[in-house]
């Protein structure tokens, strides 16, 4: 089964997360776009380090094939395994990947 762009995209953040020994936190969607944050989501967003955007398209279908609680799967030949849970951040939900 081909991987798609999203779950692509959704490795490339775990990788940085998994390096940072830290989590990636996806924010709620302003002007068609989410930001890619890696950090502690128990902290202040201001605590979180900035990794980019992803387009809300990109982010929606990461969240179609995830589901909220544990998650394996296999992204381009490399088994992830993680947490998917909701936080908010001061105006804005966001939702946090972290890996086990």
């Known amino acids: ?10 490795a490339e953040y ?3 997360s998994l390096n940072a020994g830290e ?22 967003q201001n605590l979180l380090i ?22 394996e799967m296999e992204i381009a030949g490399q088994v992830y395994r993680f947490v998917r849970s909701v936080t908010h951040f001061e105006d804005r939900g966001a939702v946090v990947f972290a890996p086990t």
Do not use: P, W
């Open 14 to 16: 775990l990788d940085l």
């Open 50 to 71: 900035f990794h980019g955007v992803i387009a809300s398209s990109l982010a929606e279908e990461i969240l179609q094939c995830t589901r909220v609680g544990r998650n």
């Open 23 to 44: 989590s990636v936190i996806m924010m709620q969607a302003c002007h068609d776009s989410c930001g890619m944050y890696v950090g502690n989501a128990a902290k202040t």
């Open 1 to 10: 089964m081909a991987t798609n762009e999203s779950l692509l995209n959704l």
